[in-house]
T-cell receptor, first 112, second 112 residues
């Protein structure tokens, strides 16, 4: 089945700097891609959903890039601020409503 | 905004105990999911459902039963709890294939 590798597991970022998290998946038939953010004691909050036909999406303070050729999905925090401190998960699914396959998560800490 | 609630938020039981975790969604979503989150494993799918009375097995179903009584309610049952089931459990709902999943706040279960 699908496997998702996420790196790095930990990221320490100075406020105002950028940071990149990369996920590599195995199933070439994967169709939907997601980034979630988990703050301490909370559930997962959707940051962005990416379709197979979309390569780059910009959100509020971040950019998501999908590279289907290399089977990679990345999240770029463009100017980190303390509110970005959280655990970030990528998730992948096929073209049907089964569960998501998650990466192991990246713990991001933003320091002044 | 999508709303998924879980109860209890925290639960402690003993080995061999009987536990029921509850999830309710008020999004009118057809699909509901149970995941467990463990350090080193990320989130893993236990069971999911397409609608009332439907149940599908996920990736780590052993030791768990689930029941979807209504569109809104999805229950996870541990009939003979073991310490290996100590985990953080998340429920989620979605509208269909490829749609984002909305997560509840989680239930922390400890099996002594």
């Amino acid at each position: 089945g699908e496997q998702v590798e996420q790196r790095p597991p930990h990221l320490s970022v100075r406020e105002g700097d950028s940071a990149v998290i990369i996920c590599t998946y195995t199933d070439p038939n994967s169709y939907y891609f997601f980034w979630y953010k988990q703050e301490p004691g909370a559930g997962l909050q959707l940051l962005m959903k990416v379709f197979s036909s979309t390569e780059i999406n910009e959100g509020q303070g971040f950019t998501v890039l999908l590279n289907k050729k290399d089977k990679q999905l990345s999240l770029n925090l463009t100017a980190a601020h303390p509110g970005d401190s959280a655990v970030y998960f990528c998730a992948v699914s096929g073209n049907y409503a089964q569960g998501l396959t998650f990466g192991l998560g990246t713990r991001v800490s933003v320091f002044p | 905004e999508a709303a998924v609630t879980q109860s209890p938020r925290n639960k402690v039981t003993v080995t061999g105990g009987n536990v029921t975790l509850s999830c309710r969604q008020t999004n009118s979503h057809n699909y509901m999911y149970w995941y467990r989150q463990d350090t080193g494993h990320g989130l893993r799918l236990i069971h999911y459902s397409y609608g009332a009375g439907n149940l599908q097995i996920g990736d780590v179903p052993d030791g768990y039963k689930a029941t979807r009584t209504t569109q809104e309610d999805f229950f996870l049952l541990l009939e003979l709890a073991s310490p290996s089931q100590t985990s953080l459990y998340f429920c989620a709902s979605s509208d269909g294939g490829g749609d984002e999943q909305y997560f509840g706040p989680g239930t922390r279960l400890t099996v002594l």
